[in-house]
């Protein structure tokens, strides 16, 4: 069997193929609320022969959505309409995860969807925001509020509620987004965290928060439910993260009780990016070989062979796709069927009569 269609066990859970979808922002919903839109697209993924199925970034609190229109996951009702999306999910064989999220400084923006841009005025259904310092990322709002160490408590409780709510749900697999220059990321960041307290200043006080948040997940869900970082491995940019500070991390991360290492990249400032097919592989190479933690490719990777030449050399132990999942839900079928593989079970009986 090829390496992109084996199984893969974290903790109590087994994917049943490396071919990951990624968390992708949809901007759909109404009050946090997931709805038909949100079942039909992560719906077609798991149809589609996905092994793990990842939401977009759901927010922890209303303040930590990107834009009005995020999902959320603050409270019952929220909870219960991830239910019947994760229930469709696991009818077709996938795994459903649940990507954690906060946006820090750049929330309480437009989503770009209309002809809105930048962000959103109090008056038009926006909200302050909060940061680690003052926020200078182009284009978010002027007015964050620093966060203190009362606001701190409360958004580590808050990831701590969320993954609750998420567990009661169903969802096999938990996801905290620290990477894009959203809240985590802008405390990991030196070009984003200007702080002189414990939570600013050297790498040991800027992973601080970071740390706080994945203990009080552990402390709050069962011992067998895997738990993913998403990183961004660099910042692009001179001053900013590293990949080196990314190893050190994700060795933190992997003693805190972390599983797997979710490899994107950039977000914190504005910055060249030398953007091309698996551009960010080598950062979850190191992730895999230095820090001994398990890795996922993410970036530009849209070929079967691309995928399973990733894996083959030890690069991740899986592999996030996203764009190229939007343009074709089912590319796990058509890629078994490229790796030679003869995975029927992996169509919808529905479908089975169009299997190769």
């Given at each position: 069997m090829s390496l992109l269609f084996s199984p893969i066990t974290l903790r109590d859970v087994t994917a049943r193929n490396r071919a990951w979808v990624a968390p992708m922002c949809q901007y759909s919903a109404i009050d946090g609320l997931p709805n038909d839109w949100h079942l039909v697209h992560l719906g077609s993924f798991a149809r589609g022969g996905a092994?793990?199925?990842?939401?977009?970034?759901?927010?922890?609190?209303?303040?930590?959505?990107?834009?009005?229109?995020?999902?959320?996951?603050?409270?019952?009702?929220?909870?219960?309409?991830?239910?019947?999306?994760?229930?469709?999910?696991?009818?077709?064989?996938?795994?459903?995860?649940?990507?954690?999220?906060?946006?820090?400084?750049?929330?309480?923006?437009?989503?770009?969807?209309?002809d809105s841009r930048g962000p959103v005025a109090d008056a038009d259904g926006g909200w302050q925001p909060?940061?680690?310092?003052?926020d200078s990322f182009p284009g978010v709002r002027d007015d964050a509020l620093p966060l203190d160490h009362s606001g701190i408590a409360r958004i580590v409780a808050a990831f701590g509620d969320a993954a609750e709510r998420g567990v009661a749900a169903g969802f096999d697999v938990l996801e905290v987004h620290a990477a894009h220059g959203y809240l985590l990321q802008a405390f990991l960041s030196p070009i984003s965290n200007l702080r002189d307290d414990e939570y600013g200043g050297p790498f040991d006080n800027r992973v601080r928060f970071l740390l706080e948040v994945v203990q009080e997940i552990r402390g709050r869900v069962a011992a067998g439910v895997p738990l993913v970082v998403r990183?961004?491995?660099?910042?692009?940019?001179?001053?900013?993260?590293?990949?080196?500070?990314?190893?050190?991390?994700?060795?933190?991360?992997?003693?805190?009780?972390?599983?797997?290492?979710?490899?994107?990249?950039?977000?914190?400032?504005?910055a060249k990016i030398p953007v091309g097919p698996g551009y960010q592989v080598p950062f979850a190479r190191r992730v895999r070989q230095?820090?001994?933690?398990?890795?996922?490719?993410?970036?530009?990777?849209?070929?079967?062979?691309?995928?399973?030449?990733?894996?083959?050399?030890?690069?991740?132990d899986v592999i996030l796709v996203g764009r190229q999942m939007l343009r074709d839900p089912h590319w796990?079928?058509?890629?078994?069927?490229?790796?030679?593989e003869s995975l029927t079970e992996l169509w919808p009986v529905q479908y089975r009569r169009a299997a190769r």
């Open positions: 092994g793990l199925v990842f939401t977009e970034a759901t927010a922890v609190s209303p303040e930590g959505r990107i834009t009005p229109e995020d999902t959320g996951i603050w409270n019952t009702e929220q909870q219960q309409e991830w239910s019947r999306i994760v229930d469709f999910v696991h009818g077709q064989g996938a795994l459903a995860g649940l990507q954690l999220a906060h946006a820090g400084g750049k929330a309480s923006t437009y989503s770009g969807f209309t909060v940061a680690p310092s003052v990183v961004s491995a660099t910042d692009w940019a001179e001053g900013g993260w590293t990949g080196d500070d990314t190893v050190r991390l994700s060795a933190l991360l992997r003693d805190a009780g972390v599983d797997l290492i979710d490899n994107s990249s950039g977000g914190t400032a504005l230095e820090a001994q933690i398990h890795s996922g490719a993410v970036g530009m990777i849209t070929e079967a062979k691309q995928a399973e030449d990733i894996l083959a050399d030890g690069s991740a796990p079928l058509h890629a078994a069927s490229e790796l030679g």
